[in-house]
């Protein structure tokens, strides 16, 4: 079975993007737009007869707040994987990047390298594939791609970071297991949050597995401090 197109589920003024989860045809992933009312019950019961419609068995949330996730639990989600929450405040000075591998825009329609560090980094449930990568890339109106290039032009790493009004958020960050401990990862979320700066975002988040401690370590060191309430990828089966 092909995957079902991608696009945006709309009712009123309540919008959301509907995807296929990373690999899995039947599986969609469900996401609210930044710039949209908080969904209601009633508008994601919608959403869960379309996706239906389309040929889709199950569906996932992306990561959702205590606040966005109300909606979704009335219309009969359960929760699926917890997260924590970080967040750093960008009107306060930044540490400067660090040296290290150059920073790059990625090749042009050649993700391959940039995903085997993805599959490298996380397990299975969180790997992106290609539609994935591009979801990441688009579910903020400006967004940044960077690439470390390590020895012999092989990806040593990749950050993905989008801006939103004035709002910031480190959508993905990895680093190949054989560039870890060299400050790939504080470079590439230290050029992230910089720009995020320059382009005007006052407030940056980024959310981690509960566990990843490498991660969790990364973030903490460069300003970030964690939320009292953290995020839920919530996720519906359909009929």
Same mark, same amino acid.
């Given at each position: 079975?092909?995957?079902? %197109? ?7 003024? !309540? ?13 969609? $992933? ?20 379309? $996706?239906? !419609? ?30 924590? +929450? ?14 290290? *591998?150059?920073?790059? /825009? %990625? %090749? ?5 390298? =940039? ?8 397990? %299975? ?9 591009? !979801? ?9 791609? /960077? =690439? ?10 990749? #950050? ?22 060299? @400050? ?8 992230? +949050? ?6 005007? #975002?006052?407030?940056?988040? =980024? ?10 370590? $990364? *973030?903490?060191?460069?300003?970030? !401090? ?10 519906? @089966? +359909?009929?």
């Amino acid at each position: 079975m092909s995957a079902p %197109p991608a696009g945006v589920i709309r009712w009123g003024r !309540e919008a959301a993007r509907a995807g296929h989860w990373r690999g899995e045809d039947e599986v969609a $992933l469900l996401t609210p737009l930044p710039d949209s009312p908080l969904p209601s019950a009633e508008f994601l019961q919608r959403c869960l007869q379309t $996706l239906a !419609e389309r040929g889709y068995r199950r569906v996932l949330t992306s990561a959702l707040s205590p606040l966005e996730q109300a909606g979704f639990l009335a219309a009969g989600f359960g929760v699926e994987q917890r997260l924590r +929450l970080l967040a750093i405040d960008l009107r306060r000075p930044l540490a400067p990047v660090p040296p290290g *591998y150059p920073l790059r /825009r %990625p %090749p042009r329609g050649r993700p391959r390298a =940039v995903l085997a560090v993805d599959a490298e980094a996380f397990d %299975p449930f969180w790997r992106l594939d290609a539609a994935g990568l591009r !979801e990441a890339l688009r579910a903020t109106p400006a967004a940044r791609f /960077r =690439v470390a290039v390590g020895a012999g032009g092989a990806v040593a790493g990749y #950050a993905i970071c989008g801006r939103a009004g004035r709002r910031g958020f480190v959508q993905r960050l990895a680093v190949a297991p054989s560039a870890r401990r060299a @400050g790939t990862g504080r470079r590439l979320l230290l050029d992230g +949050l910089h720009w995020l700066k320059r382009r005007g #975002a006052e407030r940056a988040v =980024v959310n981690t597995q509960i566990g990843n401690q490498a991660a969790l370590s $990364l *973030y903490l060191q460069a300003g970030f !401090e964690e939320e009292p309430a953290g995020l839920s990828v919530l996720s519906a @089966g +359909l009929r």
